[in-house]
């Protein structure tokens, strides 16, 4: 068992403080300097994020890369993020994160991280300038595309059940939110 790490006291967390954290197979995220560790996903989210990566890496232009989690997304020194879905652009992609804010991030919702899927983490992408976000419940099932126009999230397209939907950001893509449950 390793030893708990030391955090630096009176100033936020970076990612330097995170990377310098032993590998313990938790996923911790930094929010504004602030450490959070998300949950082990259950096998239905496992499902979705296995179902979609195939789904967009078949039509995925070659300038992109889509990669499942964990992938750290270095927002900003303060904020790492890690999607359980991300395209990036190629040059985007150093050895050890995702740097700048990526072309698409998913988040598949779990009822122990759906507040900050839905609120938190789709605000900052929006600060950053994602240019897409999309959320998935599993229970539902619906599957919900937003789209950065202006500085905001417009719903592109929003998947319930078998509907399917044919999207044109960040690729073109055919999609159900059933068929990436099932």
């Known amino acids: 068992m390793g030893g708990v790490p030391t955090f630096p006291h009176g100033r936020p967390l ?3 403080d995170l990377e310098a954290m ?3 197979g938790h ?3 930094l929010v504004d300097g602030v450490l959070v560790m998300s949950p082990s996903p259950r096998p239905v989210h496992q499902r979705v994020v296995a179902r979609l990566l195939v789904a967009l890496t078949a039509v995925c232009p070659p300038e992109l890369e889509v990669l499942p989690a964990p992938v750290d997304v270095v927002l900003a020194d303060d904020t790492v993020f890690i999607p359980d879905l991300v395209v990036g652009r190629r040059e ?3 050895k050890q994160a995702l740097i700048g804010p990526p072309v698409l991030a998913v988040e598949v919702l779990s ?3 759906r507040h900050v899927d839905l609120e938190l983490k789709r605000a900052k992408f929006q600060e950053v300038g994602c240019e897409n976000y999309w959320m998935i419940d599993y229970d ?3 599957l919900r595309c937003l789209h950065l126009e202006n500085g905001v999230y417009v ?3 929003r998947s319930e059940g078998e509907e399917i ?3 044109q950001f960040p690729f073109a893509v055919k999609l159900s939110a059933q068929s990436l449950v099932r």
Do not use: C, M
Request: hydrophobic residues 35%; glycine residues 0%; aromatic residues 16%.
């Open 27 to 29: 996923r911790f995220e």
């Open 155 to 157: 719903e592109q397209a």
């Open 22 to 24: 032993p590998d313990d």
């Open 111 to 113: 009822p122990r991280t």
């Open 140 to 142: 539902s099932p619906w």
């Open 14 to 16: 970076t990612w330097a």
């Open 165 to 167: 939907i044919e999207l």
């Open 92 to 94: 985007q992609f150093s």
